[in-house]
């Protein structure tokens, strides 16, 4: 089955702790996007990347960094410098081409105490 | 700055009723639109898209329209079900170079569909 995985789909850290969040897809997308979702607020953009080995920074990149040293994977590490980190995070990805249209992954829930 | 809003925030309905769900945008200037489906503690689920030229898309029961002059879309649900249940999310995708891939969401409306 095509589609896009993320893991885990809990995760739970101590202040002060990186952690690195996964993202793969096999729809053999160029473009791949990690958002942030908080209660009572849309989706925001954080980071994405349009082709392997570059990725620009979205609306809240602070705290945050990412990589893309293959095309199936982007995977997004919140760093200590993130100051609210608890948030579920969703990564999508879609063609260059066409229509753009985004598909996303299942979510992490991440929690930081 | 492109902002998206959706109103109604929250609408109960019984099932079998028809609704609307309506989103705005401010900036005009939009490559394409889409409607998302999220669950509960589960990610988006893509509905429709409609391009910027076009006027609307169809998918079963789901008829989406897009204004772009006006800057509002509507999501019209037919014969609404309990399974129709859920945070229905618009975005939008920004025209020109800066804003390529990027989408703008609104807050969302959450839906049920009681029996």
């Known amino acids: 089955d095509g589609g896009i995985t993320q893991s885990p789909k809990y995760l739970f850290r101590k202040e002060g702790q990186n952690v690195t969040l996964s993202c793969e897809?096999?729809?053999?997308?160029?473009?791949?996007y990690w958002y942030r979702q908080d209660p009572g607020q849309g989706l925001r953009l954080i980071y994405y990347s349009q082709i392997?080995?570059?990725?620009?920074?979205?609306?809240?990149?602070?705290?945050?960094?990412?990589?893309r040293e293959k095309k199936e994977s982007f995977p997004l590490t919140v760093t200590s410098a993130?100051?609210?980190?608890?948030?579920f995070y969703l990564c999508a990805s879609s063609r260059v081409a066409a229509s753009h249209e985004q598909y996303f992954g299942p979510g992490t829930r991440l929690t930081v105490t | 700055k492109q902002e998206v809003t959706q109103i109604p925030a929250a609408l109960s309905v019984p099932e079998g009723e028809n609704l609307v769900l309506n989103c705005s945008f401010t900036d005009s200037a939009i490559y394409n639109l889409q409607w998302f489906r999220q669950d509960p503690g589960?990610?988006?689920?893509?509905?429709?898209?409609?391009?910027?030229?076009q006027r609307e898309q169809t998918s079963?029961?789901?008829?989406?329209?897009?204004?772009?002059s006006s800057?509002?879309?509507?999501?019209?649900i037919a014969a609404s079900q309990p399974g129709d249940s859920a945070t229905y999310l618009c975005?939008?995708?920004?025209?020109?170079?800066?804003?390529y891939g990027k989408l703008t969401f609104?807050?969302?409306?959450?839906?049920?569909?009681h029996p």
Do not use: C, W
């Open chain 1, 82 to 87: 993130q100051k609210n980190p608890t948030a």
């Open chain 1, 25 to 32: 897809q096999n729809l053999n997308h160029d473009a791949m």
């Open chain 2, 42 to 53: 589960k990610g988006l689920t893509s509905l429709l898209l409609i391009q910027s030229s």
């Open chain 2, 71 to 76: 800057g509002r879309s509507t999501l019209y």
């Open chain 1, 52 to 67: 392997v080995n570059d990725f620009q920074k979205g609306d809240i990149a602070e705290g945050y960094s990412v990589s």
């Open chain 2, 106 to 113: 609104g807050q969302g409306t959450i839906l049920t569909v």
């Open chain 2, 91 to 99: 975005a939008v995708e920004g025209a020109g170079g800066t804003s």
């Open chain 2, 60 to 68: 079963g029961r789901l008829n989406a329209s897009l204004d772009k």
